[in-house]
T-cell receptor, first 115, second 111 residues
Framework: DTGVSQNPRHKITKRGQNVTFRCDPI?????LYWYRQTLGQGPEFLTY????????KSRLLSDRFSAERPKGSFSTLEIQRTEQGDSAMYLC?????????????FGPGTRLTVL | AQRVTQPEKLLSVFKGAPVELKCNYSYSGSPELFWYVQYSRQRLQLLLRHISRESIKGFTADLNKGETSFHLKKPFAQEEDSAMYYC?????????????FGTGTRLKVLA
């Protein structure tokens, strides 16, 4: 499969627990993005990596959120001390730096439910 | 402020009728505009990008800088067009590669 993959697809956790999601981008893509989507809304940008460098973070990304892309390949998004408001679909996307049009390819998402 | 507005949450049309999904944007600079589509239980996928000026599945969209709009149009809707449609912008010429999405419009094509 050459598309963007995300694991797990679903996560149910209790409030206060930590969760970690993984994203594997398309192999030759050097840009990787995380978005969050809640019911009735479009995806909202969280953070973006070019290779291993985290170049931009949204104000939505509170101190409880951290993202890494240690070797410029896969990325992880960790949420510490989850809150019910963190329940959402977390989307990962990737793109290639050399593409003029910045087309992003999306993964299937990880649906987080915080009880 | 950078913003994408899709005023209609739901648009219902009959099969064979014309479709127009509205998208307006606010961006200081030269944005790139996209339409993404999400069919039931599938991931977001690119439908159109303004720089390529192409027609995909009969859909077209023209960037109107004067009206800051990028409306999606199709002359004859098909039932398989039923999906969620999102308008998005980015600003790569400004070094901004993230997407800003609208809230989406659900298109229902009725038989």
């Amino acid at each position: 499969d050459t598309g963007v993959s995300q694991n797990p697809r679903h996560k149910i956790t209790k409030r206060g627990q930590n969760v970690t999601f993984r994203c594997d981008p398309i192999s030759e893509h050097n840009r990787l993005y995380w978005y969050r989507q809640t019911l009735g809304q479009g995806p909202e940008f969280l953070t973006y990596f070019q290779n291993e460098a985290q170049l931009e973070k949204s104000r939505l990304l509170s101190d409880r959120f951290s993202a890494e892309r240690p070797k410029g390949s896969f990325s992880t998004l960790e949420i510490q001390r989850t809150e019910q408001g963190d329940s959402a679909m977390y989307l990962c996307a990737s793109s290639h730096r050399d593409r003029e049009d910045n087309e992003q390819f999306f993964g299937p998402g990880t649906r987080l439910t915080v009880l | 402020a950078q913003r994408v507005t899709q005023p209609e949450k739901l648009l219902s049309v009959f099969k064979g009728a014309p479709v127009e999904l509205k998208c307006n944007y606010s961006y200081s600079g030269s944005p790139e505009l996209f339409w993404y589509v999400q069919y039931s239980r599938q991931r977001l996928q690119l439908l159109l990008r303004h720089i390529s000026r192409e027609s995909i599945k009969g859909f077209t969209a023209d960037l109107n800088k004067g009206e800051t709009s990028f409306h999606l149009k199709k002359p004859f809707a098909q039932e398989e067009d039923s999906a969620m449609y999102y308008c998005a912008l980015s600003g790569p010429t400004s070094g901004t590669y993230k997407y800003i999405f609208g809230t989406g419009t659900r298109l229902k094509v009725l038989a």
